[in-house]
C-alpha cells in the first residue's frame, strides 16, 4: 500500500540511510528540515565505495542534528561537517544528549583489598562489522605488554562483546586471553565489576559507551583518542579513570602500564567511579532537552 503522509508529520532519522528518506517525505510534506539523531560519524561504520558517499551525503541535507555526546557535536563543529557547515544543512539548530550507560554500583574498598587476583577485561570484538573496536590493536598491545612483564602472575585475561562462541587467544610467555560469552544487562553489571583493569577501544569521534561503563565499575580504562575532538584532556575531565592513547599498539601498551600501576590505587579507582553520566534515559532525555526537540519539530 502507498505509505501515506500529511502536512502535519514530522521526521526524525536515526542513522544515515534513513535520512536519506527523511529528507525526501520532510520536502515533500513542505517541512525546512527533519530531525536527525547522530550517534556516529557513520561514513566510518561502512565500506569505501557509494556507501561511504551516501552516508557522508546525508549530513549535507537540511536537518536539525541531536548529537549523542557532545565530544562528537565537538568532532562536527571542528570539521565544519551538517549544520556547521556552508551547505544546505549549515544554520540548523544543534542539541546533544548523553547516553545512559548500565547503572554499575562498583566494589566497596574492602572488597578490592580482600580480592584474589587482578582481572583484565578487554571489549573485544572480532567481527568484521565491529573494525572500529580495534580487536588486532587490543590483543596485540596485550602481547606486548606481557612480554615487557606489565603483568604479574596474579592477572588473568578476559574479552566480552564477541557474538560468536568462547575459546582463547594466546598473549605469549604461557598467558592467554579467554573470550567470554555475551550476557545479559543485569549480568553485565555484576561481571564489570568483578574486574580490575578496562580496556575498550573505539576508533572513530564518539567515546563509545563501554569505557565509561567500565570507569563507572572502578577500573582503570584504557581507551583512543580521536583528533583534536575526542583527547586524553576531554575523557580524563569525564573520569580519571579514563587513560586515553592514540590507536598504536605501542602506545596502548604503554598505556596498559600505567592502568596496572593505578590497580593498586583503590582509593582513586573508587572516586574515579563516581561522575556525572546518566544512567537511566529519562535523565538523558530530561524535560527540558524534549521540549526542545518539540520546538524544533515544530
Known sequence: EPFRTSLDDRFVATTWWTAHIAARLASAAGSERFLYLIQEYEPLTVPEGMWRKLARESYDFPHHALFSTDILAAFFRREGIGVFGDGPAGGGAELSFENAITPVVPPGEDELRK????????????????????????????????????????????????????????????????????????SYSRFLVGHDLGVALMEAPHPSLVPFEMASAGMPTVT??????????????????????????????????????????????????RFPWPRDWDESFGDALLDRVAALLG
Not at 139 to 149: M, Y
Not at 224 to 253: C, H, R, Y
Open 115 to 186: 580480592r584474589e587476583g587482578r582481572r583484565l577485561l578487554l571489549y573485544g570484538r572480532p567481527e568484521a562489522h565491529a573494525a572500529r573496536n580495534l580487536w588486532e590493536v587490543g590483543v596485540e598491545s596485550l602481547r606486548r605488554a606481557v612480554a615487557a612483564g606489565t603483568f604479574g602472575p596474579e592477572w588473568t585475561f578476559h574479552a566480552i562483546g564477541t557474538t560468536g562462541g568462547g575459546g582463547r587467544v594466546d598473549l605469549g610467555r604461557g598467558r592467554s586471553l579467554e573470550l567470554m560469552p555475551r550476557t545479559d544487562q543485569s
Open 224 to 273: 583512543t583518542t580521536w583528533g583534536e575532538s575526542k583527547t586524553a584532556e576531554s575523557l580524563a575531565a569525564i573520569s580519571p579513570n579514563l587513560i586515553a592513547v592514540g590507536p598504536e599498539p605501542g602506545s596502548v601498551a604503554a598505556a596498559l602500564e600505567l592502568a596496572v600501576a593505578r590497580a593498586d590505587d583503590l582509593q582513586a579507582r573508587l572516586a574515579g567511579a
